[in-house]
């Protein structure tokens, strides 16, 4: 019986303790939230208080803009808090399509949870939109307050020259130690599809090639000397890696313009990129590299951009047609047409990084 008893004890103990402490993390949470109510515009959007899924602006001069984007879906109460509060100080507020399918419902197992449930109408309380997302994709969003600008396309060229070591690189960072197919990187970064394609790869193309972020998967006892796995790399070194490849291999469908795609352009380093990935494949074309669909049609894809490598320049399209001036500008001029007072005195507009 004193057993019984001092068991029910104890466990009156610990739920005092948890419901304390998660009171304690509401409150603090909150009056994080409370606290920006009462900051001034300049504080409200400096450094410390900035958060996902809001993004920043600045001005050719470095100073911040007081216009902010909702780049995905919220992931709480005090999101959508943040929201009004950016509103009732004016704050002028722009949607961004960056994440995954936003602002039209992410269903993959992987995804955070909260915006399925709720209410918040994102297109219809947001005017303004930068989208990358094709006709099919982006019917919701009003044509006349949209245009076509993704934060990969403010890269500028890399003119730093390294030898190549890799006939592709594949990045898809790890998810956990048992490489599990329904991981956030692994759907992301379509994992399923880039392990049917690579016994072509590697096998009948005979490609050697650097699969970054996929360690404990086995791959190198299938492929062999063919391949070369490694775990996340720091940004500088993956730069390199990309420099030190003849070709990025892109399977991914569900990633908004993935910046990686751009940075290996601006190396003069050409694509390989899925035809059905959400945003990305307007920077495609016979300069920049090939597009495919799934495992059943990557040996022509494989056959016809192996064929014309020192035949293009990637690089040299890009600086055509993007980069961080011209899309700056770009940018200033669609966001001026519907925020005169701010941008009157502004030439550029950049994201903040």
């Known amino acids: 019986m004193n057993i019984i008893i001092y068991f029910i004890i104890i466990i009156i103990i610990i739920y005092i303790i948890f419901n304390n402490v998660y009171n304690a993390c509401n409150i603090e949470t909150l ?34 803009l007081p216009i902010v984007s909702v780049t995905g879906f919220f992931r709480s109460d005090e999101d959508k808090k943040l929201y009004n509060i950016y509103k009732n ?13 936003f602002p039209n419902k992410i269903t993959d197992e992987s995804e955070d949870k909260y915006h399925l449930n709720d209410d918040f109408d994102y297109t219809n309380n947001i005017n303004e939109w930068l989208s990358c997302l094709n006709k099919l994709n982006s019917n919701n969003l009003n044509k006349k307050h949209t245009i076509d600008i993704s934060e990969s ?17 594949y990045i898809c960072n790890k998810d956990s130690d048992d490489c599990p197919l329904n991981g956030w990187n692994a759907i992301n970064r379509n994992f399923n599809l880039a392990l049917k394609c690579f016994p072509i ?14 360690v404990g998967c086995n791959l190198e006892e299938l492929y062999k ?30 990633d908004a313009s993935p910046r990686v795609v751009t940075e ?33 049609n990557i040996r022509n894809a494989l056959h016809n951009l192996l064929g014309k490598l020192d035949k293009i320049s990637p690089r040299n399209w890009w600086i055509t047609n993007y980069g961080s001036d011209s899309t700056s500008r770009k940018l200033r001029d669609f966001l001026y047409k519907h925020y005169p007072d701010i941008l009157e005195n ?8």
């Open 201 to 214: 790869m590697f096998n009948e193309f005979n490609l050697k090639g650097l699969i970054v972020g996929r």
């Open 89 to 101: 100080k004016n704050i002028k507020i722009i949607g961004v399509t960056a994440y995954k399918s």
């Open 31 to 64: 009056e994080n939230t409370n606290n920006f109510e009462n900051m001034e515009i300049t504080e409200l959007l400096d450094t410390p208080n900035r958060k996902f899924p809001y993004r920043y602006f600045r001005d050719e001069n470095n100073n911040t």
């Open 264 to 296: 290996a352009i601006c190396k003069d380093v050409p694509i390989l990129i899925n035809q059905n990935i959400i945003c990305g494949t307007k920077y495609i074309n016979y300069h920049t590299g090939e597009l495919f669909i799934d495992e059943n």
């Open 346 to 353: 502004v030439k550029k507009v950049y994201f903040i990084i």
């Open 225 to 254: 000397n063919n391949i070369e796995v490694t775990d996340w790399l720091d940004y500088y070194v993956l730069q390199e890696k990309m420099r030190q490849s003849k070709f990025l291999f892109v399977p991914n469908i569900y």
């Open 153 to 169: 396309d403010f890269y500028d060229a890399d003119f730093t020259v390294s030898e190549k070591k890799y006939d592709f690189i």
